[in-house]
């Protein structure tokens, strides 16, 4: 199975990075092949809504020239794509939405290419926040389920972790293990 994680935290080191620790190093032992990005040391600029993916038949077809590619092929050689996020006003990170919004050059629906090149593919969410995880996280959720949707893609889930202590939420047996559980069912739950 490949993996493709896309890190949309803005800090390097901080809740986020710590729980996708114990993510990250469980699944290998699935046979899983991975590939994380981290989105903030990347040049993503967001979407033009200028339709050229549109009129490209067969690959991803957007004009901008930035890291996005490097994305688009990571993503479209993988089964599963994970969205690792902190919630910040109820929504992912402006890195991470910079590239939900690219999203747009898989699908050919809108003008005269044809197709679509995630049809199948999986999501899940890994998430840190604040207040109670559905208080927090279901608009974000809501938002993936529906997009998962609309590009027949499948919704697989979301762990998430509620910041409490700083950093040390994230450190515990608890959220750790929780992560590594979560890493286990989305390599369990194959297409």
Same mark, same amino acid.
């Given at each position: 199975?490949?993996? @493709? ?8 080191? &901080?809740?986020? !990075? ?12 699935? &046979?899983?092949? *991975? ?5 903030? $040391?990347?040049?993503?600029?967001? @979407? $033009? ?10 690959? #991803? ?29 109820? +929504?992912?990170?402006?890195?991470? $939405?910079? *590239?939900?919004?690219? +999203?747009?050059? +898989?699908?050919?629906? #809108? %003008?005269?290419?044809? &197709? =679509?090149?995630?049809?199948?593919? %999986?999501? !899940? ?9 559905? #208080? !927090? !996280?279901?608009?974000? *959720?809501? &938002?993936?389920?529906?997009? @998962?949707?609309?590009? @027949? ?5 979301? #762990?998430? *972790? %509620? ?13 750790? =293990? ?10 369990? $739950?194959?297409?």
């Amino acid at each position: 199975m490949q993996i @493709c994680i896309l890190n949309g935290s803005p800090r390097l080191h &901080g809740n986020t !990075a710590e729980l996708l620790k114990p993510f990250v190093e469980e699944l290998p032992s699935g &046979g899983a092949e *991975v590939r994380t990005h981290t989105l903030v $040391k990347m040049n993503i600029a967001s @979407c $033009k809504g200028c339709y050229h993916c549109q009129d490209v038949s067969g690959e #991803y077809g957007c004009l901008q020239h930035d890291e996005m590619h490097i994305l688009a092929d990571s993503i479209l050689k993988s089964d599963l794509i994970v969205l690792a996020t902190p919630i910040y006003t109820w +929504f992912c990170t402006t890195e991470l $939405k910079a *590239v939900l919004d690219r +999203f747009y050059g +898989f699908t050919k629906y #809108y %003008r005269s290419a044809k &197709g =679509n090149l995630v049809e199948g593919k %999986r999501m !899940a969410i890994l998430a840190t926040h604040g207040y109670d995880a559905s #208080y !927090a !996280a279901d608009p974000f *959720v809501i &938002g993936m389920q529906r997009m @998962c949707e609309h590009y @027949c893609m499948r919704y697989d889930g979301m #762990y998430s *972790v %509620r910041d409490v202590d700083d950093l040390a939420s994230f450190q515990t047996k608890q959220a750790q =293990n929780g992560a590594r559980e979560f890493a286990k069912y989305l390599l369990q $739950k194959k297409a």
